[in-house]
Protein backbone atom coordinates (compact mmCIF):
# COMPACT_ATOMS: atom_id res chain seq x y z
CA UNK A 1 0.00 0.00 0.00
CA UNK A 2 1.82 3.07 -1.04
CA UNK A 3 -0.73 5.20 0.35
CA UNK A 4 -0.67 8.18 2.76
CA UNK A 5 2.95 9.13 1.79
CA UNK A 6 3.74 6.19 2.26
CA UNK A 7 6.78 6.28 0.20
CA UNK A 8 8.78 8.33 2.99
CA UNK A 9 10.75 5.14 2.61
CA UNK A 10 14.36 3.55 1.86
CA UNK A 11 17.21 6.63 2.56
CA UNK A 12 14.75 8.99 3.76
CA UNK A 13 16.03 12.06 5.32
CA UNK A 14 19.97 11.50 4.66
CA UNK A 15 20.90 15.09 6.18
CA UNK A 16 24.82 14.83 5.75
CA UNK A 17 24.12 15.07 1.99
CA UNK A 18 22.46 18.68 1.94
CA UNK A 19 26.10 20.13 3.39
CA UNK A 20 27.13 19.80 -0.55
CA UNK A 21 24.29 21.93 -1.57
CA UNK A 22 25.36 25.07 0.37
CA UNK A 23 24.37 26.98 3.34
CA UNK A 24 22.23 30.23 4.04
CA UNK A 25 23.60 31.95 0.94
CA UNK A 26 21.85 29.10 -1.29
CA UNK A 27 18.69 28.85 0.96
CA UNK A 28 18.13 32.49 0.91
CA UNK A 29 18.39 32.08 -2.98
CA UNK A 30 15.89 29.03 -2.94
CA UNK A 31 13.71 31.47 -1.01
CA UNK A 32 13.71 34.02 -3.29
CA UNK A 33 12.66 31.55 -6.05
CA UNK A 34 10.29 29.82 -4.95
CA UNK A 35 8.12 33.27 -3.61
CA UNK A 36 8.95 34.37 -7.53
CA UNK A 37 7.54 30.77 -8.64
CA UNK A 38 4.38 30.76 -6.40
CA UNK A 39 3.84 34.52 -7.55
CA UNK A 40 4.40 33.66 -11.39
CA UNK A 41 1.29 31.36 -10.42
CA UNK A 42 3.00 27.07 -9.55
CA UNK A 43 0.48 25.09 -8.36
CA UNK A 44 -0.37 24.00 -4.56
CA UNK A 45 2.67 21.30 -3.70
CA UNK A 46 1.34 19.35 -1.74
CA UNK A 47 3.01 17.16 1.10
CA UNK A 48 0.69 13.95 2.13
CA UNK A 49 3.15 11.77 4.52
CA UNK A 50 2.82 9.42 7.22
CA UNK A 51 4.71 9.56 10.85
CA UNK A 52 4.82 7.56 14.02
CA UNK A 53 3.55 9.31 17.47
CA UNK A 54 7.40 9.94 18.23
CA UNK A 55 7.38 11.34 15.32
CA UNK A 56 9.40 9.01 12.68
CA UNK A 57 9.19 8.85 8.57
CA UNK A 58 10.92 5.43 8.62
CA UNK A 59 13.24 3.21 10.52
CA UNK A 60 16.84 3.58 9.81
CA UNK A 61 18.47 1.30 7.25
CA UNK A 62 16.24 1.79 4.38
CA UNK A 63 14.65 -0.70 2.51
CA UNK A 64 10.95 -1.68 2.55
CA UNK A 65 11.69 -2.96 6.58
CA UNK A 66 12.04 1.10 7.00
CA UNK A 67 8.42 1.39 6.80
CA UNK A 68 6.98 -1.86 7.93
CA UNK A 69 5.08 -0.44 10.55
CA UNK A 70 2.71 1.57 8.04
CA UNK A 71 1.46 -1.99 6.23
CA UNK A 72 -2.34 -2.14 7.16
CA UNK A 73 -1.80 -5.78 8.66
CA UNK A 74 0.28 -4.13 11.49
CA UNK A 75 -2.18 -2.00 12.59
CA UNK A 76 -4.52 -4.68 14.65
CA UNK A 77 -7.25 -2.85 14.13
CA UNK A 78 -9.25 -5.41 12.44
CA UNK A 79 -9.41 -3.31 9.03
CA UNK A 80 -11.36 -0.85 10.43
CA UNK A 81 -8.69 2.28 9.34
CA UNK A 82 -9.22 0.42 5.16
CA UNK A 83 -12.40 0.32 5.68
CA UNK A 84 -12.72 4.05 7.21
CA UNK A 85 -10.07 5.86 4.92
CA UNK A 86 -12.49 4.27 1.67
CA UNK A 87 -11.44 6.13 -1.69
CA UNK A 88 -10.17 9.11 0.45
CA UNK A 89 -6.81 8.48 -0.90
CA UNK A 90 -7.59 7.71 -4.84
CA UNK A 91 -9.81 11.13 -4.55
CA UNK A 92 -6.54 12.34 -3.24
CA UNK A 93 -4.42 11.04 -6.54
CA UNK A 94 -7.23 12.56 -8.44
CA UNK A 95 -6.18 16.03 -7.31
CA UNK A 96 -2.85 15.52 -8.01
CA UNK A 97 -0.85 16.53 -11.28
CA UNK A 98 2.21 16.13 -10.94
CA UNK A 99 4.70 13.65 -8.06
CA UNK A 100 8.06 14.62 -7.02
CA UNK A 101 10.33 12.30 -5.17
CA UNK A 102 14.02 11.76 -4.44
CA UNK A 103 16.11 8.55 -5.65
CA UNK A 104 15.49 6.12 -2.38
CA UNK A 105 12.18 7.10 -2.23
CA UNK A 106 11.84 6.32 -6.43
CA UNK A 107 14.13 2.63 -5.93
CA UNK A 108 11.43 1.79 -3.06
CA UNK A 109 8.11 2.54 -4.94
CA UNK A 110 10.00 0.10 -7.59
CA UNK A 111 10.36 -2.23 -5.78
CA UNK A 112 6.51 -2.91 -4.57
CA UNK A 113 5.81 -4.57 -8.14
CA UNK A 114 3.75 -2.94 -9.96
CA UNK A 115 3.95 1.18 -10.46
CA UNK A 116 1.72 2.77 -8.05
CA UNK A 117 1.50 6.14 -10.28
CA UNK A 118 0.24 5.11 -13.14
CA UNK A 119 -0.15 7.99 -15.73
CA UNK A 120 0.66 10.73 -13.39
CA UNK A 121 3.78 13.03 -14.31
CA UNK A 122 6.68 11.79 -11.73
CA UNK A 123 9.48 13.63 -11.48
CA UNK A 124 12.84 12.03 -9.10
CA UNK A 125 15.59 14.18 -8.18
CA UNK A 126 18.98 12.64 -7.77
CA UNK A 127 22.69 14.12 -7.74
CA UNK A 128 23.69 11.30 -10.60
CA UNK A 129 25.12 12.88 -13.71
CA UNK A 130 24.72 9.97 -15.42
CA UNK A 131 20.50 10.24 -14.72
CA UNK A 132 20.61 13.78 -16.42
CA UNK A 133 18.20 14.08 -18.87
CA UNK A 134 16.53 10.62 -18.43
CA UNK A 135 13.29 9.76 -19.48
CA UNK A 136 11.54 6.63 -18.67
CA UNK A 137 7.82 6.72 -20.91
CA UNK A 138 6.22 3.51 -19.72
CA UNK A 139 6.38 5.21 -16.24
CA UNK A 140 5.95 8.41 -17.32
CA UNK A 141 9.23 9.14 -15.05
CA UNK A 142 11.65 12.59 -15.82
CA UNK A 143 14.77 12.28 -13.75
CA UNK A 144 15.69 15.85 -12.12
CA UNK A 145 19.51 16.51 -11.81
CA UNK A 146 21.48 19.59 -10.86
CA UNK A 147 18.15 21.87 -10.12
CA UNK A 148 17.05 23.16 -6.50
CA UNK A 149 13.97 22.38 -6.03
CA UNK A 150 12.54 26.57 -6.88
CA UNK A 151 14.45 26.17 -10.13
CA UNK A 152 12.50 22.69 -11.00
CA UNK A 153 9.02 24.30 -9.80
CA UNK A 154 9.93 27.50 -12.00
CA UNK A 155 10.83 25.70 -15.01
CA UNK A 156 8.14 23.03 -14.83
CA UNK A 157 5.95 23.37 -18.42
CA UNK A 158 2.99 25.30 -18.23
CA UNK A 159 0.90 22.69 -19.60
CA UNK A 160 1.57 20.28 -16.32
CA UNK A 161 0.87 23.02 -14.14
CA UNK A 162 -2.82 23.15 -14.98
CA UNK A 163 -3.15 19.65 -14.29
CA UNK A 164 -3.52 19.50 -10.40
CA UNK A 165 -1.21 19.92 -7.36
CA UNK A 166 2.55 18.81 -6.86
CA UNK A 167 2.91 15.98 -4.82
CA UNK A 168 6.39 15.79 -2.77
CA UNK A 169 6.11 12.48 -2.11
CA UNK A 170 9.57 12.08 -0.08
CA UNK A 171 11.72 11.02 0.96
CA UNK A 172 12.51 13.45 4.39
CA UNK A 173 15.49 15.05 2.80
CA UNK A 174 13.31 16.59 0.16
CA UNK A 175 10.20 17.19 1.48
CA UNK A 176 13.05 19.66 3.66
CA UNK A 177 14.46 20.91 0.34
CA UNK A 178 10.97 22.02 -0.48
CA UNK A 179 10.16 23.39 3.03
CA UNK A 180 13.14 25.45 2.99
CA UNK A 181 12.44 27.67 -0.13
CA UNK A 182 9.09 27.85 1.25
CA UNK A 183 7.30 26.17 -1.84
CA UNK A 184 5.45 23.83 0.34
CA UNK A 185 1.34 25.32 0.33
CA UNK A 186 -0.92 21.59 2.38
CA UNK A 187 0.43 18.74 4.59
CA UNK A 188 -2.00 16.10 4.69
CA UNK A 189 -0.22 14.07 7.77
CA UNK A 190 -1.11 11.00 8.90
CA UNK A 191 0.03 9.70 12.71
CA UNK A 192 0.27 6.08 13.03
CA UNK A 193 -0.45 4.88 16.62
CA UNK A 194 3.04 3.51 17.30
CA UNK A 195 6.28 4.50 18.41
CA UNK A 196 9.53 3.50 17.09
CA UNK A 197 11.49 4.61 19.59
CA UNK A 198 14.33 5.88 16.93
CA UNK A 199 14.55 6.52 13.29
CA UNK A 200 14.60 9.39 10.90
CA UNK A 201 12.76 12.70 11.54
CA UNK A 202 11.51 14.96 9.34
CA UNK A 203 14.65 17.34 11.08
CA UNK A 204 17.70 15.00 12.32
CA UNK A 205 19.31 16.55 15.20
CA UNK A 206 22.72 16.28 12.78
CA UNK A 207 21.36 18.65 10.43
CA UNK A 208 24.36 20.84 8.61
CA UNK A 209 24.14 23.92 10.07
CA UNK A 210 21.94 26.03 7.42
CA UNK A 211 19.61 23.46 7.33
CA UNK A 212 17.10 22.17 9.65
CA UNK A 213 14.07 24.00 11.39
CA UNK A 214 16.41 26.89 11.25
CA UNK A 215 15.89 26.73 7.43
CA UNK A 216 12.38 27.32 7.07
CA UNK A 217 10.81 29.93 5.13
CA UNK A 218 11.81 33.65 7.24
CA UNK A 219 13.85 31.24 9.53
CA UNK A 220 11.13 31.18 11.77
CA UNK A 221 8.68 28.57 13.24
CA UNK A 222 6.57 27.27 10.49
CA UNK A 223 2.85 28.23 10.64
CA UNK A 224 0.64 25.84 10.43
CA UNK A 225 -2.81 25.67 10.41
CA UNK A 226 -5.26 22.79 11.22
CA UNK A 227 -8.30 22.60 8.79
CA UNK A 228 -9.31 19.22 9.02
CA UNK A 229 -8.71 16.26 11.25
CA UNK A 230 -10.42 12.70 11.59
CA UNK A 231 -9.84 9.47 13.27
CA UNK A 232 -10.16 6.99 11.11
CA UNK A 233 -9.33 4.27 13.52
CA UNK A 234 -7.36 3.75 16.70
CA UNK A 235 -4.47 3.18 14.53
CA UNK A 236 -4.36 6.44 12.38
CA UNK A 237 -5.10 10.19 12.58
CA UNK A 238 -5.56 12.36 9.83
CA UNK A 239 -4.72 16.28 10.09
CA UNK A 240 -4.94 18.60 6.81
CA UNK A 241 -2.38 21.33 7.66
CA UNK A 242 -2.57 25.03 5.32
CA UNK A 243 1.37 26.36 5.48
CA UNK A 244 0.82 29.92 6.80
CA UNK A 245 2.76 32.13 4.16
CA UNK A 246 4.32 35.72 5.57
Known sequence: MCVMG???????????????????GRVLRARRMGAEAKAAGAPKVVCYTAQSVDGVLARQGGGLGSVDWLDPGSFRDGGEAVSAMGSMYEEFLESVGTLV????????????????????????????????????PERQVAWVVGKTPAEWLAGLPKNDQGKGAVWVVGGGELIRYFLAAGLVDEFQLFTISVMLGGGVPFFPADSPPGWGPRALPGGKDLQLRARDARLYSPAILGVTYDVVKN
Open 101 to 136: MGRATYEACLSFGEWPYPGKLTYVFSRDEARRGRLE
Open 6 to 24: LSSVAGVGKAPRLARLGGG
